[in-house]
């Protein structure tokens, strides 16, 4: 596998026809997630932000799952098949965990996600500190595309680029800074 670039605790490589996503959370714990192009061609892979997510959630009125958007991390990993997402996330780079699937819903007042799959591993993020969270998110909308805490693939590249080359830039600046103090 390739080296790890991390934008706010996300790395992104390629895995034989999936792309692999690590994340890290507040204790550096790292785990990996897997979208494949049979997902992307159903959704689009969007990386959503924990506190949007919850609001999102919040709104589905529909959905039993939904009390898990108010719930504490006690109450999370209380879910019946909190160890099995465990045990499926400590299996790690090599036997990664597929994404969510989530559907935006437009039969409320406001738009709202349900999920189709990934109900206990997206809980299990959430209650391990995870602040950023891939998802196979199927009909979004531009609105909610515009929303505040919702990437695209493309957006966390490009930020990851954008990071890594400030860090080289600034090292570079520390270093002639040092050397310039010196003489």
Known sequence: M?????YKGISLTQQY??????LINQNNRVIFMKSTPQIENEGQLLFIDVDTFKKYWRR????EWSKYANASEHELRKDYKFGLAESG???GEENPVPVAVISLLK???QPCIGFTGGITRTIWLIANGYTIIPFEVRNATSDFLLDKGIYTLKEIIERNIRENMYKKLWGSIRRWTNNYIKS
């Open 2 to 6: 390739s080296e790890y670039k991390y």
């Open 107 to 109: 039969h409320t007042t």
């Open 17 to 22: 026809d999936a792309t692999v996503i690590g």
């Open 60 to 63: 589905n009125n529909y959905d």
């Open 89 to 91: 996330f400590s299996q």
